[in-house]
Protein backbone atom coordinates (compact mmCIF):
# COMPACT_ATOMS: atom_id res chain seq x y z
CA UNK A 1 0.00 0.00 0.00
CA UNK A 2 1.51 3.44 -0.80
CA UNK A 3 2.24 6.85 1.57
CA UNK A 4 -1.01 8.12 -0.26
CA UNK A 5 -3.28 5.30 0.52
CA UNK A 6 -2.61 4.42 3.97
CA UNK A 7 -5.21 4.55 6.81
CA UNK A 8 -5.29 7.41 8.95
CA UNK A 9 -7.67 7.64 12.05
CA UNK A 10 -8.57 11.35 13.24
CA UNK A 11 -9.86 12.50 16.62
CA UNK A 12 -12.74 14.78 17.20
CA UNK A 13 -11.60 15.52 21.10
CA UNK A 14 -9.74 18.38 21.07
CA UNK A 15 -6.01 18.08 22.97
CA UNK A 16 -5.04 19.33 26.24
CA UNK A 17 -2.46 20.05 28.57
CA UNK A 18 -1.67 20.47 31.60
CA UNK A 19 0.19 23.65 33.02
CA UNK A 20 1.58 24.95 36.14
CA UNK A 21 2.01 29.16 36.92
CA UNK A 22 3.53 30.20 39.67
CA UNK A 23 2.28 33.26 41.12
CA UNK A 24 3.86 36.42 42.55
CA UNK A 25 3.69 34.90 45.91
CA UNK A 26 5.40 31.78 44.91
CA UNK A 27 2.60 29.28 44.62
CA UNK A 28 1.84 27.37 41.87
CA UNK A 29 -1.71 27.29 40.63
CA UNK A 30 -3.22 24.75 37.93
CA UNK A 31 -4.33 25.72 34.03
CA UNK A 32 -5.09 23.83 31.18
CA UNK A 33 -4.12 24.43 27.38
CA UNK A 34 -6.74 24.01 25.38
CA UNK A 35 -6.50 23.14 21.49
CA UNK A 36 -8.51 25.61 19.45
CA UNK A 37 -11.75 24.06 17.96
CA UNK A 38 -12.10 25.10 13.65
CA UNK A 39 -14.27 27.78 14.48
CA UNK A 40 -12.21 29.12 17.25
CA UNK A 41 -8.75 29.47 14.65
CA UNK A 42 -10.72 30.80 12.27
CA UNK A 43 -11.40 33.39 14.58
CA UNK A 44 -8.15 34.10 15.92
CA UNK A 45 -6.77 34.43 12.69
CA UNK A 46 -9.15 36.56 11.42
CA UNK A 47 -8.69 38.28 14.17
CA UNK A 48 -5.04 38.56 13.19
CA UNK A 49 -6.02 39.43 9.77
CA UNK A 50 -6.65 42.46 10.73
CA UNK A 51 -3.27 43.78 12.32
CA UNK A 52 -1.54 42.85 9.30
CA UNK A 53 -1.12 45.14 6.11
CA UNK A 54 0.46 44.96 3.03
CA UNK A 55 3.10 47.66 2.23
CA UNK A 56 3.95 49.27 -1.87
CA UNK A 57 6.53 46.34 -2.11
CA UNK A 58 4.28 43.47 -1.43
CA UNK A 59 5.74 42.45 2.19
CA UNK A 60 3.11 42.02 5.45
CA UNK A 61 3.99 44.36 8.21
CA UNK A 62 2.04 43.83 11.78
CA UNK A 63 -0.21 47.48 12.03
CA UNK A 64 -0.64 46.54 16.50
CA UNK A 65 1.47 44.51 18.47
CA UNK A 66 -0.51 44.53 21.38
CA UNK A 67 -2.41 41.76 22.66
CA UNK A 68 -1.61 39.15 20.38
CA UNK A 69 0.10 36.53 22.54
CA UNK A 70 -2.79 37.43 24.82
CA UNK A 71 -5.27 37.01 22.47
CA UNK A 72 -4.42 33.96 21.41
CA UNK A 73 -4.16 32.55 25.27
CA UNK A 74 -7.58 34.08 26.04
CA UNK A 75 -9.11 31.28 23.88
CA UNK A 76 -6.79 28.23 25.14
CA UNK A 77 -5.46 28.71 29.31
CA UNK A 78 -8.04 27.74 31.89
CA UNK A 79 -7.79 27.99 35.35
CA UNK A 80 -8.63 24.91 37.60
CA UNK A 81 -12.40 26.16 37.94
CA UNK A 82 -12.88 25.88 33.73
CA UNK A 83 -12.83 29.29 33.33
CA UNK A 84 -10.91 31.25 30.79
CA UNK A 85 -8.11 33.21 31.58
CA UNK A 86 -9.06 37.21 30.34
CA UNK A 87 -6.85 39.29 27.74
CA UNK A 88 -6.55 41.70 31.06
CA UNK A 89 -5.34 39.30 33.50
CA UNK A 90 -2.58 38.20 30.76
CA UNK A 91 -1.46 41.20 30.19
CA UNK A 92 -0.07 41.39 33.58
CA UNK A 93 2.37 37.95 33.05
CA UNK A 94 5.45 38.60 32.62
CA UNK A 95 6.63 38.83 28.89
CA UNK A 96 8.91 35.68 29.10
CA UNK A 97 5.88 33.77 30.74
CA UNK A 98 3.52 35.08 27.96
CA UNK A 99 6.24 34.08 25.32
CA UNK A 100 6.39 29.89 26.62
CA UNK A 101 2.59 29.83 27.19
CA UNK A 102 1.87 31.53 23.86
CA UNK A 103 4.59 28.81 22.38
CA UNK A 104 2.61 26.07 23.71
CA UNK A 105 -0.94 27.37 22.54
CA UNK A 106 0.41 27.46 18.87
CA UNK A 107 1.64 24.25 18.64
CA UNK A 108 -1.01 22.48 20.22
CA UNK A 109 -3.68 24.41 17.74
CA UNK A 110 -1.26 23.74 14.95
CA UNK A 111 -0.54 27.21 14.36
CA UNK A 112 3.14 27.47 14.52
CA UNK A 113 5.88 27.12 11.79
CA UNK A 114 6.14 23.15 12.77
CA UNK A 115 2.89 22.38 12.74
CA UNK A 116 2.49 24.25 8.87
CA UNK A 117 6.09 22.06 7.77
CA UNK A 118 4.17 19.26 8.64
CA UNK A 119 0.84 19.56 6.62
CA UNK A 120 2.76 20.51 3.83
CA UNK A 121 4.57 16.92 4.26
CA UNK A 122 1.69 14.63 5.16
Not at 28 to 31: A, G, L, R, S, T
Not at 112 to 119: C, G, L, S, Y
Given at each position: MSE??????YSLKL???PITIIDKSGQ????TMHELSGKQRAQYLN????RISISPDGKAE??????????????C????AGNFITVEVLGEY?????SDLFDDAQTLSGL????????KND
Open positions: ETKSRKDEIEKNYEMNKVKDFEGIQESLLSRLKDDPSSTLDIKARQKA
